[in-house]
């Protein structure tokens, strides 16, 4: 990359995987970038379900789960990366008037470009518990990251496509068409890309 072109950041784009990529954590999958910077990125799968889902996650974490809407929703396999912890991608919440916060609610969050949150902390589980908390929720077991240039070399490797997110794709969209509806915000559809795929 010439010196005088600034570093790409995708932070709130979706990563596509391309059909050589084999990887069992990856294939297929589509990743949503919370951050990305010079210093490397961090992201969640949104597409690939464990075996679990929100009931039995909070029976796990010992609280009651007071949303029906949420209770078979499935917890995520947000990537290879501390699998036993979690990460909720949630649409950002206000405090109390509806005026944007100072700082987020919740005690161990990041505040995403694009209207997202993403929390690591316990509290968010507690309000969701009760009934209140973000409306929109994805939570993942584990997330994907990638050191320094890690995710700049796997691009040019044409291991992905990039597109800006669609929060309708995260949160309202069934979770089988979610590889597909992401392709169609390039226009493309899965019988488009050919393993072998390179730059024209």
Request: include cysteine; charged fraction near 20%; proline fraction near 7%.
């Amino acid at each position: 990359m010439p010196a005088d072109e600034p570093p790409i950041n995708l932070t709130h784009h979706f990563l596509i995987a391309m059909p050589g990529l084999q990887d069992e954590a990856f294939s297929k999958s589509v990743v949503y970038l919370c951050e990305h910077s010079a210093r490397g990125a961090l992201g969640l799968v949104i597409n690939k379900p464990s075996d679990i889902d929100l009931r039995k996650l909070f029976d796990k974490v010992e609280l009651p789960l007071g949303r029906d809407d949420l209770a078979r929703t499935p917890v995520f396999q947000g990537g290879p990366v501390q699998t036993e912890r979690g990460f909720v991608l949630h649409e950002a919440v206000f405090a109390g008037d509806g005026a944007a916060p100072a700082d987020p609610v919740y005690a161990s969050t990041m505040t995403i470009p694009g209207g997202l949150e993403m929390t690591t902390s316990k509290d968010v589980l507690e309000a969701i518990s009760t009934g209140a908390g973000p409306r929109k929720v994805l939570i993942s077991l584990g997330y994907s990251a990638w050191g320094e240039g890690q995710l700049e070399s796997e691009l040019a490797e044409n291991s992905w496509l990039t597109v800006g997110a669609d929060l309708a794709v995260i949160f309202d969209t069934p979770v089988e068409q979610r590889y597909a509806k992401a392709l169609m915000l390039l226009g493309l559809e899965a019988w488009m890309l050919s393993p072998e795929a390179g730059h024209a």
